[in-house]
């Protein structure tokens, strides 16, 4: 297998690409519920995300039994069957003459065909930009793996309940749920917006639905807490903003999970990095 820190190769995201799912065969499915789900560690690499995702893992996972794992022990259980797996992946792809890697936070099973070395793919959602220049800081929102936790048990649960749904069925229902944000406040930060909404005015000019600018204080707290009926933004997009030709990745998500939005872009002068007001647009309008 092969190792960059973190494991490359599991995953892989597209060019332009959203959360990827996955629609493994019935078998897979349902042999998923059955195993026990290592939560790989990344040591010295990340510490703030071995801190996260053990808390949060320990507070919302609940699909299946559960261990804690460092890479060293990853690779001699990769075939055996027992097993699931929860882990960062560094997924490269190509952005014009360049290739750019994306950190995702992953979930597979393990792949009994010894001569595979990749999991069997359930699904996936980026976190951040991920390159030679780009590391991800320290100053990544942790707290958002409490929702993506939940977000990936509702997609599991989702293939139980319609084992034969298609990739497609699948981002259509997502898709659908953007009917359901107009009752919900959104909270979003002003660097997670476009220029022209980074304010709660310039916001408010185009959004009448109810909405609040906060703090990454204030937004990991109503995702700790799992406030009700709030929805909060996660942007995926270079650190440095003015990046044109790269794509930036958009969701909204509800505190528990529930994946309401996803939209992508790529940046240039009249679309730079975050939530742009066309994305708003696409938000119903509260009756």
Same mark, same amino acid.
């Given at each position: 297998?092969?190792?960059? !820190? @973190?494991?490359? !190769?599991?995953?892989?995201?597209?060019?332009?690409? =959203? &959360?990827?799912?996955?629609?493994?065969?019935?078998?897979?499915?349902?042999? =998923?519920?059955?195993?026990?789900?290592?939560?790989?560690?990344?040591?010295?690499?990340?510490?703030?995300?071995?801190?996260?995702?053990?808390?949060?893992?320990?507070?919302?996972?609940?699909?299946?039994?559960?261990?804690?794992?460092?890479?060293?022990?990853?690779?001699?259980?990769? $075939?055996?069957?027992?097993?699931?797996?929860?882990?960062?992946?560094? &997924?490269?792809?190509?952005?014009?003459?360049?290739?750019?890697?994306?950190?995702?936070?992953?979930?597979?099973?393990?792949?009994?065909?010894?001569?595979?070395?990749?999991?069997?793919?359930?699904?996936?959602?980026?976190?951040?930009?991920?390159?030679?220049?780009?590391?991800?800081?320290?100053?990544?929102?942790?707290?958002?793996?409490?929702?993506?936790?939940? =977000?990936?048990? $509702?997609? @599991?649960?989702?293939?139980?309940?319609?084992?034969? /749904?298609?990739?497609?069925?699948?981002?259509?229902?997502?898709?659908?749920?953007?009917? #359901?944000?107009?009752?919900?406040?959104?909270? /979003?930060?002003?660097?997670?917006?476009?220029?022209?909404?980074?304010?709660? #005015?310039?916001?408010?000019? /185009?959004?009448?639905?109810?909405?609040?600018?906060?703090?990454?204080?204030?937004?990991?707290?109503?995702?700790?807490?799992?406030?009700?009926?709030?929805?909060?933004?996660?942007?995926?997009?270079?650190?440095?903003?003015?990046?044109?030709?790269?794509?930036?990745? @958009?969701?909204?998500?509800?505190?528990?999970?529930?994946?309401?939005?996803?939209?992508?872009?790529?940046?240039?002068?009249?679309?730079?990095?975050?939530?742009?007001?066309?994305?708003?647009?696409?938000?119903?309008?509260?009756?």
């Amino acid at each position: 297998m092969k190792k960059a !820190g @973190l494991f490359s !190769g599991l995953m892989l995201i597209c060019t332009m690409a =959203f &959360a990827q799912f996955k629609v493994p065969d019935m078998n897979s499915i349902k042999s =998923f519920s059955k195993t026990k789900t290592m939560v790989v560690l990344t040591g010295d690499s990340m510490p703030n995300f071995d801190k996260a995702i053990k808390k949060y893992t320990e507070k919302f996972w609940k699909a299946t039994p559960f261990d804690f794992i460092k890479q060293s022990e990853l690779e001699p259980l990769i $075939h055996n069957a027992k097993y699931s797996f929860l882990l960062l992946s560094e &997924a490269p792809f190509k952005v014009g003459d360049k290739t750019v890697s994306m950190l995702n936070l992953s979930l597979g099973l393990a792949n009994r065909n010894r001569t595979d070395d990749d999991l069997i793919e359930f699904v996936s959602i980026p976190i951040a930009y991920q390159s030679n220049d780009e590391a991800v800081s320290d100053q990544f929102d942790w707290t958002k793996l409490a929702a993506f936790l939940q =977000f990936f048990q $509702h997609y @599991l649960d989702l293939l139980l309940e319609f084992p034969d /749904v298609s990739e497609m069925d699948v981002y259509e229902h997502y898709n659908s749920n953007i009917e #359901d944000l107009p009752a919900m406040e959104l909270w /979003v930060r002003p660097e997670d917006c476009s220029p022209d909404i980074n304010s709660f #005015d310039k916001f408010k000019r /185009v959004y009448s639905n109810d909405m609040k600018m906060v703090t990454t204080e204030e937004l990991s707290e109503i995702i700790e807490k799992q406030y009700l009926n709030v929805a909060f933004v996660h942007v995926v997009s270079p650190h440095v903003k003015k990046k044109n030709g790269n794509p930036c990745l @958009l969701y909204i998500f509800s505190t528990d999970g529930n994946l309401m939005y996803m939209a992508e872009h790529t940046i240039d002068d009249k679309n730079p990095a975050g939530l742009l007001i066309k994305d708003l647009k696409e938000i119903p309008r509260k009756e």
